[in-house]
């Protein structure tokens, strides 16, 4: 099992899949929010977004789960 890369100012955490996009989630500073979500099966569709609140953040990811 995989875990979550820490260092100082980021954390990394592993790959996951929801819904039908494969993602990967990082927080610098315990402030910003990066998320990278790929399509399972449309491999073209790939989206980077950054985010300042986590909540925010958190609701871009279920809506993204529960888009197809």
Known sequence: MQKAKIS????????????NWIMKISVYKQKYVLVLAQHYFEIERFIVNQFTNQEEA???????????
């Not at 100082?8 to 819904?19: E, Y």
């Not at 958190?58 to 197809?68: G, H, K, P, Q, R």
């Open 58 to 68: 958190a609701a871009f990811l279920d809506m993204l789960a529960s888009e197809d």
């Open 8 to 19: 100082k100012d980021l954390i990394s955490f592993v790959t996951i899949r929801r819904g």
